[in-house]
T-cell receptor, first 116, second 114 residues
């Protein structure tokens, strides 16, 4: 079965530290990749997305992600985190099916806590 | 505020009961998605509707059903509730049904089954 793995369930960093959250998926075909974020008490919102083209995509709030097809990965990065980045981060993979519908697969999430 | 509304915010009910969760998508969005978020399984896709028709099905139990009405709001019906159904249920919407669209999530309905 297709799956999305986020290996780090909990990450604690100090402000100004660099961040990399891993995301690996198991499907070998064409996929659309997303990172969503859920700040405390708020709804999930889009950080960034990749469909095609430049495998390095930039999102909001200084986040970026790199699609490495050979590794089936779409890791999220930020050079210097802030306390306000404390949130839960979800990687999502969306792929089309032969019947013309889509499969929506989210990872289990990574809870990031940034210490001031 | 994403523009997606969900009611109720909290729901407490007993095992064996039936509940209905309601979602209003963003203005102009035709697709509605339902997700279940539990502590041990993360965010699980349940079902998608596009302009009133079911378009994709995920890990939705037979005890659960959904529909999208002509005004595009959607309802998720959960019946014969079990303790394990306790979770946060999210609705999301997008303009179209293709996989390239960003999904806009609602605040969720927290269901507690006792």
């Amino acid at each position: 079965a297709q799956s999305v793995s986020q290996h780090n369930h909990h990450v604690i960093l100090s402000e100004a530290a660099s961040l990399e959250l891993g995301c690996n998926y198991s499907y070998g075909g064409t996929v659309n990749l997303f990172w969503y974020v859920q700040y405390p008490g708020q709804h999930l919102q889009l950080l960034l997305k990749y469909f095609s083209g430049d495998p390095l995509v930039k999102g909001i709030k200084g986040f970026e992600a790199e699609f490495i097809k050979s590794k089936f990965s779409f890791n999220l990065r930020k050079p210097s985190v802030q306390w306000s980045d404390t949130a839960e981060y979800f990687c999502a993979v969306i792929r089309s099916t032969t019947s013309g519908t889509y499969k929506y697969i989210f990872g289990t999430g990574t809870r990031l806590k940034v210490l001031a | 505020d994403s523009g997606v509304t969900q009611t109720p915010k909290h729901l407490i009910t007993a095992t064996g009961q039936r509940v209905t969760l309601r979602c209003s998508p963003r203005s102009g969005d035709l697709s509605v998605y339902w997700y279940q978020q539990s502590l041990d399984q993360g965010l699980q896709f349940l079902i998608q509707y596009y302009n009133g028709e079911e378009r994709a099905k995920g890990n939705i139990l037979e005890r659960f059903s959904a529909q999208q009405f002509p005004d595009l709001h959607s309802e998720l019906n959960l019946s014969s509730l079990e303790l394990g159904d306790s979770a946060l249920y999210f609705c999301a919407s997008s303009p179209g049904m293709a996989g390239i669209y960003e999904q806009y999530f609602g605040p969720g309905t927290r269901l507690t089954v006792t």
